[in-house]
């Protein structure tokens, strides 16, 4: 299974671009990269979902590079409400309907006003 | 559309008990998953069904049971209950699963064991 590691936490100013790393240095071919993002007292909420270069949805962009390594979700000018915590989650396909679902540590998101 | 529904949104139950979670996935959806969340583990995958069938499980003790009925209504069982087993437990629905990625969760039912 693809093994994540993401920052713990990260702190950003309103309006300017937030990019979240998650490192994820044994994935497999077949494997996806998706992100979600958690309020307190809320289910996470699915944000985008790539499997190489560049994704690109109305709220947020995804940047893969050529080994996949690694990925990084990108938040363009946020504001207060994006604060929460962010996962990685990469999806291990072994078959049909046998996927590993491997959800990364987390990253907890500081918007400052 | 009605968003993903999980009944009861807090449960206290004390140490050896049993207890039954439910989920209403969203109208359509046939895959629903279900995870535990703790401070110290993080997001843990615990198992899907799809169309009535388990197709996936995580690394779970067999204490930890579900069942999926034909109307792709869930529930999830836990017997012999441990202080372990306090946790937000989330209910997640999907169109196929298999390939579909994209998960919509419930707002979790918070298990108390003491």
């Known amino acids: 299974l693809a093994k994540t590691t993401q920052p713990i936490s990260m702190d950003s100013y309103e309006g300017q671009e937030v990019n979240i790393t998650c490192s994820h240095n044994?994935?497999?071919?077949?494997?996806?990269i998706t992100w979600y993002q958690q309020f307190p007292s809320q289910g996470p909420r699915f944000i985008i979902q790539?499997?190489?270069t560049k994704v690109t949805n109305e709220v947020a962009s995804l940047f893969i590079p050529a080994d996949r390594k690694s990925s990084t979700l990108s938040l363009p000018r946020v504001s207060l409400s994006d604060t929460a915590v962010y996962y990685c989650?990469?999806?291990?396909?072994?078959?049909?309907?046998?996927?590993?679902?491997?959800f990364g540590t987390g990253t907890r998101l500081t918007i400052i006003p | 559309k009605a968003g993903v529904t999980q009944t009861p949104r807090y449960l206290i139950k004390t140490r050896g008990q049993q207890v039954t979670l439910s989920c209403s996935p969203i109208?359509?959806?046939?895959?629903v998953s279900w995870y535990q969340q703790t401070p110290g583990q993080g997001l843990q995958f615990l198992f899907e069904?799809?169309?009535?069938?388990?197709?996936n499980k995580g690394n779970f003790p067999g204490r930890f049971s579900g069942r999926q009925f034909s109307n792709s209504r869930s529930e999830m069982n836990v017997s012999t209950l441990e202080l372990g087993d306090s946790a937000l437990y989330l209910c997640?629905?999907?169109?196929?699963?298999?390939?579909?990625?994209?998960?919509?969760f419930g707002p979790g039912t918070r298990l108390t064991v003491t």
């Open positions: 069904y799809f169309s009535e069938t388990q197709r």
């Open positions: 790539g499997y190489k």
């Open positions: 044994n994935i497999a071919t077949n494997d996806y």
């Open positions: 997640a629905s999907s169109f196929a699963g298999t390939g579909d990625y994209e998960q919509y």
């Open positions: 989650l990469v999806v291990s396909p072994y078959g049909f309907g046998n996927e590993k679902l491997t």
């Open positions: 109208s359509g959806h046939r895959s």
